[in-house]
T-cell receptor
Framework: GAVVSQHPSRVICKSGTSVKIECRSL??????MFWYRQFPKKSLMLMAT?????????EQGVEKDKFLINHASLTLSTLTVTSAHPEDSSFYIC?????????????FGPGTRLTVT | SQQGEEDPQALSIQEGENATMNCSYK?????LQWYRQNSGRGLVHLIL?????REKHSGRLRVTLDTSKKSSSLLITASRAADTASYFC????????????FGAGTQVVVTP
């Protein structure tokens, strides 16, 4: 299989605090991991591309100092939302591509619901 | 920016009927993919069709791709209540280095 997990599934934090979300590929090594943001009843917006051992590539309009991405290993990428504000409340989803069986599809985590109060 | 645009935005059908949704895109692609998302969950990969393919089947799913019209369609045959979900097309553009651009999605409701 190609299972991707995310932790936590839900998090509520206060304004000004930082929140870390983990994305793990459980049974494969990920060439690349992607971070998306999704608003209610909307599509996914790509935030950044994360490659193991190198700096993440951010999409236009995404603040790299606010959304810190670290790809420490071939199975783990983390997204830290720094100094969170209510407008950062959203559904964050990661995905990964399989290093060995790369046919182009991405495997998605179950998502993390972030609520900033 | 969103590459794929989907039509219709919402679709309501009864069990046993077929559901068809369309996706249009703007640039050259390596492949086009369809994903399914149940409410509040992650996405599940359904099918990938490469730019040199015209049609692909997987179980009750049939996907077509017309690169001259820059469009694709997803057909779900003999729909079931469990098919209720949002369906997204995503394009892997020729110069995107593996990044996917998602369409707005089609919300499908299948009633028993």
């Amino acid at each position: 299989g190609a299972v991707v997990s995310q932790h936590p599934s839900r998090v509520i934090c206060k304004s000004g605090t930082s929140v870390k979300i983990e994305c793990r590929s459980l049974d494969f090594q990920a060439t690349t991991m992607f971070w998306y943001r999704q608003f209610p009843k909307k599509s996914l917006m790509l935030m950044a591309t994360s490659n193991e051992g190198s700096k993440a590539t951010y999409e236009q309009g995404v603040e790299k100092d606010k959304f810190l991405i670290n790809h420490a290993s071939l199975t783990l990428s983390t997204l830290t939302v720094t100094s969170a504000h209510p407008e950062d409340s959203s559904f964050y989803i990661c995905s990964a591509r399989n290093r060995r069986l790369d046919r182009g599809e991405q495997y998605f985590g179950p998502g993390t619901r972030l609520t900033v109060t | 920016s969103q590459q794929g645009e989907e039509d219709p935005q919402a679709l309501s059908i009864q069990e046993g009927e077929n559901a068809t949704m369309n996706c249009s895109y703007k640039t050259s692609i390596n492949n086009l993919q369809w994903y399914r998302q149940n409410s509040g969950r992650g996405l599940v990969h359904l099918i990938l069709i490469r730019s040199n393919e015209r049609e692909k089947h997987s179980g009750r799913l049939r996907v077509t791709l017309d690169t001259s019209k820059k469009s694709s369609s997803l057909l779900i045959t003999a729909s079931r209540a469990a098919d209720t979900a949002s369906y997204f097309c995503a394009t892997d553009a020729a110069d995107s280095w593996g990044k996917l651009q998602f369409g707005a999605g089609t919300q499908v409701v299948v009633t028993p």
